[in-house]
């Protein structure tokens, strides 16, 4: 009894460390949960984009779900995913709002003009300030809010059909239910 | 050689200058050193293991002027730690508070302890009794002649 103890109570501390490094190997230390999921989302009135004189703001879309995807031209991600935002845009389900932060007004206009342009509006934060409201601390992340304006749920990389897929609709189909 | 001396030292000195933060410092020393004490315990979330006082992203820059800001708005350390864990998640905080999801975390060290004193106090004692029952039992170890 006391031998198989001796053998036993070490297996298992090396076991329990196991798991738990084994559980490690697959989590990306690089997605961090946003505390802001379930919460309102953070409120903004900026610049447009493409026209100063004109705001752009967190209430644009109020009473209805949308998306706020937040990009830069330096974002390689972003050139990575933008195909998939246009596939998203063309379904035409819901709004999407570009949050183009950290970045250049001309640079960002020849972007559109050149890959094309899923956004419904953009607004234009390069200091970064309502980014990081929002808690975004590398572009491209994506945001799904809710017709009661809180935060669904957020993507923290590129955007592909099969997470739009998995990810978005399912919620979106919930939010919009009975 | 003395020269070298010399030049070494200053050398050494200067490293303090090379600090990441290019914005002024606080007119009031005290609250410069507020100022440093938080930013070191911010982590910088895009180069996850510097402070947003070590790292130059521009990120943590702009975490830098965030806290500056809110210093000079008046608000306290305990509001811009929860200014940045609401928008960040206490992964910002290189000293996460005591929670349900980190209890473990900051009890470990005590419990390991703990368990380490447990594990050499059976051992003393059953040596102990071992050594009162039968002292030659000890010797096991030694040279069997």
């Known amino acids: 009894m006391k031998g198989a103890l001796r053998f036993l109570l070490p297996a298992a501390a090396f076991l329990v460390l196991a798991v738990f490094l084994y559980i490690g190997l697959f989590q990306d230390p690089g997605r961090i949960e946003s505390p802001l999921i379930g919460k309102a989302a953070p409120a903004f009135s900026l610049e447009s984009l493409g026209d100063p004189a004109w705001k752009v703001g967190s209430d644009d879309f109020a009473g209805k779900p949308w998306l706020l995807n937040v990009w830069a031209t330096w974002c390689a991600g972003c050139r990575d995913e933008h195909d998939a935002l246009l596939a998203i845009a063309r379904e035409n389900r819901l709004p999407m709002m570009g949050l183009n932060s950290w970045d250049d007004r001309a640079l960002a206009l020849q972007w559109l003009t050149e890959l094309g342009n899923p956004y419904v509006s953009v607004a234009f934060d390069p200091e970064g300030r309502t980014a990081i409201d929002w808690g975004v601390y590398g572009a491209p992340e994506t945001f799904l809010i809710g017709a009661d304006g809180r935060v669904l749920h957020k993507l923290i990389g590129p955007m592909t059909p099969e997470i739009w897929q998995r990810d978005f609709l399912p919620l979106l189909a919930a939010g919009s239910g009975p | ?145």
Do not use: K
């Open chain 2, 1 to 145: 050689m003395r020269r070298l001396a010399l030049l070494a030292a200053l050398w050494l000195a200067a490293g303090p200058a090379h600090a990441i933060d290019s914005g002024p410092a606080f007119a009031d020393p005290a609250q410069q050193e507020r100022y440093e004490v938080l930013i070191q315990e911010l982590r910088c979330l895009v180069c996850q293991n510097q402070s947003i006082a070590d790292s130059n992203a521009t990120l943590a820059s702009d975490l830098r002027r965030e806290v500056r800001e809110l210093m000079e708005a008046g608000r306290t350390d305990a509001e811009i730690r929860s200014y940045m864990t609401d928008r960040y998640g206490d992964f910002v905080l290189y000293r996460p508070p005591f929670s349900a999801r980190t209890w473990l975390l900051w009890a470990a060290p005590g419990l390991l302890l703990i368990g380490g004193l447990a594990a050499a106090i059976v051992v003393v004692l059953r040596r102990a009794r071992v050594a009162r029952n039968n002292p030659a039992s000890l010797d096991e170890d030694a040279d069997p002649s």
